[in-house]
């Protein structure tokens, strides 16, 4: 069966952290470009990262350009697991995070999903 469930949503204060962990079962991660992105209330999905596939020529990891030097994506093949480390956080992080698996990354958006998760809520609040 194949599953793509993400974990480590919370609230947190301004100025703090959190890390998202995403399980895969069913598939493996390293064939796919994997990545994250977010959508708030009213506002249009945003890729947030994408790690190229293990086969890709660049291996590049991108970010969007509202993350980059705060949000850190990484992948861990052994436990078929990505994660997204997030420092400094703002109260416009707030959002539904999810994880999705496709082809090929286009700067932070994940192109051609084959999987996606359901989300885990993010909220950046004093």
């Known amino acids: 069966q194949v599953q793509f469930v993400e974990s480590g949503g919370d609230l947190v204060q301004p100025g703090g952290s959190l890390r998202l962990s995403c399980a895969a079962s069913?598939?493996?991660?390293?064939?796919?470009?994997i990545g994250w992105f977010r959508q708030a209330p009213g506002k249009e999905r945003e890729g947030v990262s994408c790690?190229?596939?293990?086969?890709?020529?660049?291996?590049?990891?991108y970010y969007a350009d509202s993350v980059k030097g705060r949000f850190t994506a990484s992948r861990d093949n052994a436990k078929n697991t990505l994660s997204l480390q997030m420092n400094s956080l703002k109260p416009e992080d707030t959002a539904v995070y999810s994880c999705?698996?496709?082809?090929?990354?286009?700067?932070?958006?994940?192109?051609?999903?084959?999987?996606w998760g359901q989300g885990t809520q993010v909220t950046v609040s004093s």
């Open positions: 999705a698996a496709g082809r090929r990354c286009v700067g932070a958006v994940v192109f051609g999903w084959d999987y």
């Open positions: 069913g598939f493996t991660l390293g064939s796919y470009a």
């Open positions: 790690i190229s596939s293990i086969s890709s020529s660049d291996g590049s990891t």
